[in-house]
């Protein structure tokens, strides 16, 4: 398996620009996660899937943020529009939901520059 | 929710010494705790993790404990190498699905 990929690596954008992000979990996984980090706040969750559906959003930060998962083996993070301060790397992970051990598998993640 | 707090932010190791990195959690209903390793520009990966029905796993020179009664749990490297220079998150889920991160300590071993 190739594990979580992720695109692009990086991206530099203008402030008011829409930004979409994308991810592929690794096949046979049913959860999903968004993560930002920044070196102020560490690693912050966004949101996270099961089976596709939404289960929590709470760790998004404003409307701007929306993220979809139209299949299981899909999933897109969009930023519109967006800000110098959304700058930071954003990582996709994914798991087996409810297995006793293994935790998330990150991808190489999202360096995103707004400017 | 949960909240994690991890220290030291920085820590600084002679080759061959022994790193501790220690964590607290506040929520009692955690039950599953990971340790991920983040190397510069690159993405974290998990290294060991733990139960809350044990309370102590080794991985070679890795080891976790685990005090469920304080609520703190701690991650030991032993015989340090430079390559285990990195930044180590620990984490703490009541779900084994959403995961509470620790801000990070950043390991620095000098050969």
């Given at each position: 398996?190739?594990?979580?990929?992720?695109?692009?690596?990086?991206?530099?954008?203008?402030?008011?620009?829409?930004?979409?992000?994308?991810?592929?979990?690794?096949?046979?996984?049913?959860?999903?996660?968004?993560?930002?980090?920044?070196?102020?706040?560490?690693?912050?969750?966004?949101?996270?899937?099961?089976?596709?559906?939404?289960?929590?959003?709470?760790?998004?930060?404003?409307?701007?943020?929306?993220a979809k998962m139209p299949n299981a083996s899909?999933?897109?993070?969009?930023?519109?529009?967006?800000?110098?301060?959304?700058?930071?790397?954003?990582?996709?992970?994914?798991?087996?939901?409810?297995?006793?051990?293994?935790?998330?598998?990150?991808?190489?993640?999202?360096?995103?520059?707004?400017? | 929710?949960?909240?994690?707090?991890?220290?030291?932010?920085?820590?600084?190791?002679?080759?061959?010494?022994?790193?501790?990195?220690?964590?607290?959690?506040?929520?009692?209903?955690?039950?599953?705790?990971?340790?991920?390793?983040?190397?510069?520009?690159?993405?974290?990966?998990?290294?060991?993790?733990?139960?809350?029905?044990?309370?102590?796993?080794?991985?070679?020179?890795?080891?976790?404990?685990?005090?469920?009664?304080?609520?703190?749990?701690?991650?030991?490297?032993?015989?340090?190498?430079?390559?285990?220079?990195?930044?180590?998150?620990?984490?703490?889920?009541?779900?084994?699905?959403?995961?509470?991160?620790?801000?990070?300590?950043?390991?620095?071993?000098?050969?």
């Amino acid at each position: 398996d190739a594990g979580v990929i992720q695109s692009p690596r990086h991206e530099v954008t203008e402030m008011g620009q829409e930004v979409t992000l994308r991810c592929k979990p690794i096949s046979g996984h049913n959860s999903l996660f968004w993560y930002r980090q920044t070196m102020m706040r560490g690693l912050e969750l966004l949101i996270y899937f099961n089976n596709n559906v939404p289960i929590d959003d709470s760790g998004m930060p404003e409307d701007r943020f929306s993220a979809k998962m139209p299949n299981a083996s899909f999933s897109t993070l969009k930023i519109q529009p967006s800000e110098p301060r959304d700058s930071a790397v954003y990582f996709c992970a994914s798991s087996l939901a409810l297995q006793a051990t293994g935790g998330y598998t990150f991808g190489s993640g999202t360096r995103l520059t707004v400017v | 929710g949960e909240n994690v707090e991890q220290h030291p932010s920085t820590l600084s190791v002679q080759e061959g010494d022994s790193a501790v990195i220690k964590c607290t959690y506040s929520d009692s209903a955690s039950n599953y705790f990971p340790w991920y390793k983040q190397e510069l520009g690159k993405r974290p990966q998990l290294i060991i993790d733990i139960r809350s029905n044990v309370g102590e796993k080794k991985d070679q020179r890795i080891a976790v404990t685990l005090n469920k009664t304080a609520k703190h749990f701690s991650l030991h490297i032993t015989e340090t190498q430079p390559e285990d220079s990195a930044v180590y998150f620990c984490a703490a889920s009541s779900n084994f699905n959403k995961f509470y991160f620790g801000s990070g300590t950043k390991l620095n071993v000098k050969p």
